[in-house]
Structure formats: structure tokens, C-alpha cells
């Protein structure tokens, strides 16, 4: 199965091959022969790379595109097309750097690679963008059709188990009003009350339950099969993250603490110090801070 992560490199490399004969068409018409230096110098991350290990790739081009789009490509191409550009420069940054993508994010720059390669003249590479996307909306949709589909079963059998429930109470009080009612009518009207405020609360509680996961799925953030209703790899990743901002840095906290007003730091930050592994000597550099939740 593929995430919407390596679906966006997916995209960015289609978009290289794509666009890059269009891309190299217009600069030498604009600079002759000697286009690829004058483009070469709007891209900072390869300026010192010898022209052997020099590649086109999907950040270059789009630098390319941006920074020489007046004297260049404005003559083929509309203000749409440059607002796509400066776009997926930013989704690209953040494909790059392992930013967390939505499936609406991932659906939005196949979209914008699709009509950039359209705008371009790429039709075939548009055209396995579009399988792209149709798997992408058919994923979204299919989750949707399973959680409608489990909502609908879920409250059928919700109201199946209603149904029961008061079956259930009306029967016991009645075989108890007609064996003890006569006999021991406060008794009787004891647990009549009582079987009927039991199987009300049971009713209540049935309705205020929300629909739960079945089966193995797919989680709708990451993108992982699954098996419980809760996805563990978010959860983890969010108890790292969570654990990781309980510790703070020896440099936040002002060199000149000593004492009590240390101590008054600790209790209104609910930290307390740590000792550093690596040095024991003084206190301004063996101690660190940490949660209490944290064990030495």
C-alpha cells in the first residue's frame, strides 16, 4: 500500500520527467545555447556541483521556473500556472523535510502536477496522475462507504438490543406485580422500580456508545493497516513527542538560580532535576530537568 508520502515523490519525479523537455525548450529559445548556466545559478543547492552530478529534478526546476518566470515562461504560461508553481515549491519542501501530509494535501499536489503537466504539454505523464488521484479519492470514498455502512449496522443493532431490553424489564415486572403484588406490594414495587431504572440506564448507555472499528483497517492519518481501533503508531509517536517536550534544557534557565528559588522553579513547573550521565562534576553542568513521570 502506498502513502500519501511516496505518492507526492511519486508525483514530484513524474513531474521532472514531464515538464523537462518543455523546461529546456524555453530557456534555449530565450538564452540560446548556454541556457543551463544561466539557470544553474538560481538554484543555490547545486550551484557548487560539477556539471556531471548536476540533476534536474523536481526542486530545480520549479526554482527555475520561479525565479525566471517573467523573462521566460510567462510567454506560454498563465497567473494559474505560477500560482501552481509557488505552491508545490512549498509542498515539495515539506515532502523533503518529512513535514506530516493529509490525504487532502496529497490529493492537491497530484492535482497540481496533473495541470502543470497539462499547462506543459505532458499528456501521458497527466494521465498516470490521474490514476494517481482516482486511487487516492477511491481510498477516501471507500473508507467513507465502510464507516456509513458500520454506522448503519451499528444502529440496527442498537436499537435490536433497545428493543430487548425492554422486553425484558416490562416481563419482569410484570411476572413480579402478579406473583408478589398482592402479597408484598412494597417489595414487589421495589424491584419493579429498580428492574426498570436498570434496564433504562442499560438503554441509555447503548445509545451513547459510538460505532467501533471492525477488522483489520486502514488508519486515516498514517496510512497503516491496523487492527484495533486506536492506531498504535500515532499514539506512539504522539506519547515521543509529549515526552520529548517534558525535558527542558539546562540553558533555558537563567544561571543565577540557586536555592529556593530553584526550588520554587520545581514546584511551578512540576520538574525536577536530572542528573547528567556524562559529567557529575558542578551543578551548573551535571543538572538537567525533568518531568516527574520520567525515571532516572
Known amino acids: 500500500m502506498i502513502s500519501d508520502h511516496q505518492r507526492i515523490g511519486i508525483a514530484l519525479d513524474e513531474l521532472s520527467v514531464g515538464v523537462v523537455d518543455f523546461f529546456g525548450q524555453e530557456l534555449r529559445d530565450a538564452y540560446g545555447e548556454g541556457w543551463e548556466t544561466t539557470a544553474r545559478s538560481s538554484i543555490r543547492s547545486q550551484a557548487t556541483l560539477p556539471q556531471s552530478e548536476f540533476r534536474w529534478d523536481a526542486q530545480a526546476i520549479l526554482t527555475v521556473m520561479w525565479d525566471l518566470w517573467n523573462p521566460v515562461f510567462r510567454k ?3 497567473i494559474i500556472e505560477r500560482s501552481i508553481v509557488s505552491e508545490l515549491r512549498e509542498f515539495r519542501n515539506r515532502w ?4 506530516a501530509c493529509s490525504e487532502d494535501d496529497c490529493y492537491r499536489v497530484l492535482d497540481n502536477v496533473q495541470r502543470l503537466l497539462v499547462a506543459c504539454g505532458a499528456r501521458d505523464s497527466a494521465a498516470q496522475i490521474e490514476e494517481h488521484k482516482l486511487e487516492v479519492l477511491r481510498q477516501k470514498l471507500g473508507r467513507r462507504v465502510n464507516k456509513e455502512l458500520a454506522r448503519s449496522r451499528f444502529n440496527r443493532s442498537r436499537l435490536i438490543d433497545s428493543c430487548l431490553y425492554a422486553v425484558c424489564a416490562v416481563a419482569i415486572a410484570a411476572v413480579m406485580i402478579q406473583v408478589w403484588g398482592h402479597r408484598h406490594p412494597s ?3 421495589f424491584v419493579v422500580g429498580f428492574t426498570m431504572f436498570v434496564f433504562c440506564y442499560l438503554v441509555f448507555k447503548r445509545f451513547q456508545s459510538n460505532p467501533p472499528a471492525y477488522g483489520v483497517h486502514e488508519c486515516s492519518k498514517c496510512s497503516k493497516v491496523i487492527y484495533t481501533e486506536n492506531c498504535p503508531y ?3 509517536a504522539t506519547h515521543a513527542v509529549t515526552q520529548h517536550s517534558d525535558t527542558i534544557s539546562p540553558a533555558l534557565i537563567p544561571s543565577g538560580k540557586r536555592g529556593v528559588l530553584r526550588l520554587i522553579y520545581f514546584a511551578r513547573t512540576g520538574l525536577r532535576p536530572l ?3 556524562a ?11 525533568a518531568s516527574n513521570a520520567e525515571v532516572d
Open 76 to 78: 506560454k504560461l498563465g
Open 96 to 99: 523533503a523535510h518529512q513535514a
Open 187 to 189: 417489595v414487589s414495587g
Open 234 to 236: 500515532c499514539d506512539s
Open 275 to 277: 542528573k547528567n550521565k
Open 279 to 289: 559529567t557529575s562534576g558542578s551543578c551548573r553542568s551535571d543538572v538537567g530537568f
